[in-house]
């Protein structure tokens, strides 16, 4: 069971990214996913969410009409698309699965983090 996220990097102010979370060993589609971000000396910070059914969504203020997280269960794998980035988005991006069926609710899974720079 894994979870890699890839697609982050360096970009400038106004810019965008699409960050993606790849999963192996376990279906997507009855998970819950979230992404979270830590900047250096800050707590974790829950950026959004999306759910296995329907698909609906949350974002945190700070990043929402900016941001959308959308799956593609075909290729098992959940994305986060930034635009118009800000330098305060800058920090270490984390995908986290949570188990949304009874059968996997125990199941909770996170990757190892992609670093978002937002800078001149």
């Known amino acids: 069971v894994q979870l890699v996220e890839s697609g982050g990097g360096l970009v400038q102010p106004g810019g965008s990214l699409r960050l993606s979370c790849a999963a192996s060993?376990?279906?997507?589609?009855?998970?819950?996913v979230r992404w979270h971000r830590q900047a250096p000396g800050k707590e974790r910070e829950l950026v959004a969410s999306?759910?296995?059914?329907?698909?609906?969504?949350n974002y945190a203020d700070s990043v929402k009409g900016r941001f959308t997280i959308y799956g593609d269960n075909a290729k098992n794998t959940v994305y986060l698309r930034m635009n118009s980035m800000k330098p305060e988005d800058t920090a270490v991006y984390y995908c986290?699965?949570?188990?949304?069926?009874?059968?996997?609710?125990?199941?909770?899974?996170w990757g190892q983090g992609t670093q978002v720079t937002v800078s001149s």
């Open positions: 986290n699965a949570w188990g949304y069926y009874p059968d996997v609710a125990d199941n909770d899974y």
């Open positions: 999306i759910t296995s059914v329907g698909g609906g969504t």
């Open positions: 060993g376990f279906t997507f589609s009855r998970y819950g």
